[in-house]
């Protein structure tokens, strides 16, 4: 694709020479990844979900979950020796990562944020993940997350 938007994510995946495949897509508000992997002929489990939460003390982190998975908040709480996680508002969000819910990337957010990865998204051949805009997905090799994003792996799905 030679014409795609050119976002902080991107420009981040640029600076720690990752390769990426860009994906636009019709956005549809509340279509979800099963939108996105419906439009993009994937499967849903190969659409990254990036879900901003925040513990106890309203500190934020990110969660890189599977589209066709949920997040046990309670098994994540436990994971991070915390009392509570929980997902924050849409408003919040945006203020954490500097993107819009629906259009949020885990790669270039406004302030670093510590990352949790779903530990199967490490097995997968390739993901697409929100580029850093509504309609705009990458597609990568996992393997490569470490080099431009330090993540702890986690097994939280529900």
Do not use: W
């Amino acid at each position: 694709m030679k014409h795609y938007p050119v976002t902080a994510a991107v420009r981040a995946l640029r600076a720690g020479k990752i390769d990426f495949i860009p994906h636009r897509y019709p956005y549809e508000e509340h279509g979800g990844t099963n939108q996105a992997a419906s439009a993009l002929n994937v499967t849903e489990y190969e659409v990254i979900k990036t879900l901003v939460m925040e513990i106890d003390s309203r500190r934020p982190l990110l969660v890189l979950m599977h589209g066709d998975r949920e997040v046990s908040t309670q098994r994540l709480a436990r994971e991070l020796d915390v009392k509570r996680v929980a997902p924050c508002d849409s408003t919040s969000a945006q203020k954490y990562t500097g993107y819009k819910v629906g259009g949020i990337s885990p790669f270039g957010t406004r302030k670093p944020l510590p990352v949790y990865v779903e530990s199967s998204i490490l097995m997968l051949d390739r993901m697409f993940i929100n580029g850093g805009k509504r309609g705009f997905m990458v597609e990568i090799n996992p393997r490569v997350l470490q080099n431009v994003l330090p993540f702890q792996e986690v097994n939280v799905a529900a």
